[in-house]
């Protein structure tokens, strides 16, 4: 196995995902060496057969496939662009796949400045979570060009579950932000909905079983009502224990917003949302699983006889 898979940032998602692209080092005919600058998941990488880098320079040396996996726009550009970054350290011609969230134009910035230094680069984000991770099933959004994600699709079938080429660079960020933006909406208005039929003394299981079936459906109020004893995934049964957390959601509404001022698009109800879920983690609820918004909305007063 001489060709080599690196990736960086192995935290929360970028972990798991690690984790089963090592386990099927033998399969792809790859080995796999991961890197991260805080040293916490990394027993459980070399328990999955992954090799482990104490440095950048050291995890890229000699890949032909760069997977980067951090928190926002600017630890990507840095992790890229800065001197001793990506670009000045990676072999050249590799195909850098960077599967953070982040926004539109940092993302379609730095593919730009990777073609200009001779790479090849996919945006490729993700959804569905710690636990889709795991269990690879995830779902990648790729912008970039179709041949390259053609060569790198059996890692990326390694990790996930499906695989979406969305268009040119910026584009994968571009349908995961306008994506991630529906279910923030959604998140709120299902929780307004719960709030104000449960002061009426409507029976949440009524609402449920109507909202669930009818037009108002929509994935997070029929996987994840914020009333507990309903269905048994809701992350209402544990308090709310995330899944996506509020602060999460907070973020790639922040980047709905960024895009839409970029393009000069009205987006009022995102940004309502967005505030809604910026009130919600300035409350001290940051940490809770998105459906958690209703604590902000129904407040704590019990609903009126
Ligand atoms: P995390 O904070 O758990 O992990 C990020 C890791 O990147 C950390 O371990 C950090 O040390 C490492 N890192 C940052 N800069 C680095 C650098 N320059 N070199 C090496 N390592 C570096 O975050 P996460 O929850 O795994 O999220 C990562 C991305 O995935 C974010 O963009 C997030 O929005 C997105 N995402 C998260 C979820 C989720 O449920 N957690 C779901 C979908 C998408």
Redesign the pocket.
């Known amino acids: 196995m001489s060709e080599v898979s690196a990736f960086?940032?192995?935290?929360?998602?970028?972990?798991p995902m690690a984790r089963n692209l090592a386990r099927n080092a033998n399969t792809l005919g790859r080995r796999v060496r991961v890197?991260?600058?805080?040293a916490?998941?990394i027993t459980a990488c070399k328990d999955a057969g992954a090799d482990v880098a104490d440095s950048?320079s050291e995890v890229v040396d000699g890949a032909d496939v760069i997977f980067s996996?951090?928190?926002?726009g600017p630890?990507v550009r840095?992790?890229y662009m800065d001197e001793g970054g990506i670009f000045d350290t990676a072999p050249k011609g590799a195909l850098l796949i960077d599967?953070?969230?982040?926004d539109v134009a940092t993302a379609q910035e730095v593919a730009k400045a990777a073609r200009e230094r001779g790479f090849r680069m996919l945006d490729a984000?993700?959804?569905?979570?710690?636990a889709g991770a795991e269990a690879a099933t995830i779902t990648f959004m790729v912008g970039g060009e179709a041949s390259d994600l053609e060569e790198v699709r059996p890692q990326l079938e390694k990790m996930g579950a499906k695989i979406v080429h969305c268009g040119p660079s910026g584009m994968g960020e571009a349908a995961k932000i306008c994506n991630n933006m529906i279910t923030g909406i959604s998140a709120v208005a299902v929780a307004e909905s719960y709030a104000i039929g449960q002061r009426l003394g409507l029976d949440p299981k009524i609402l449920y079983d109507v909202v669930s079936t009818s037009s108002g459906q929509t994935n997070i109020g029929t996987r994840n009502p914020p009333i507990a004893g309903i269905v048994e995934t809701a992350s209402a049964n544990r308090d709310f224990e995330?899944?996506?957390?509020i602060a999460?959601m907070l973020?790639?509404l922040r980047l709905s917003q960024a895009a839409a001022k970029q393009v000069d698009q009205a987006s009022p109800v995102g940004a309502a949302a967005a505030e809604i879920f910026a009130l919600a983690a300035n409350s001290g609820l940051a940490h809770l699983d998105t459906a958690g918004v209703f604590k902000l909305i129904a407040g704590n007063q019990p609903p009126p006889k």
């Open positions: 960086i940032g192995i935290g929360r998602m970028g972990g890197y991260d600058k805080s916490s998941a950048l996996m951090v928190p926002a630890d840095s992790l599967c953070s969230t982040i984000p993700v959804s569905g979570g710690v995330p899944g996506f957390t999460l973020k790639d």
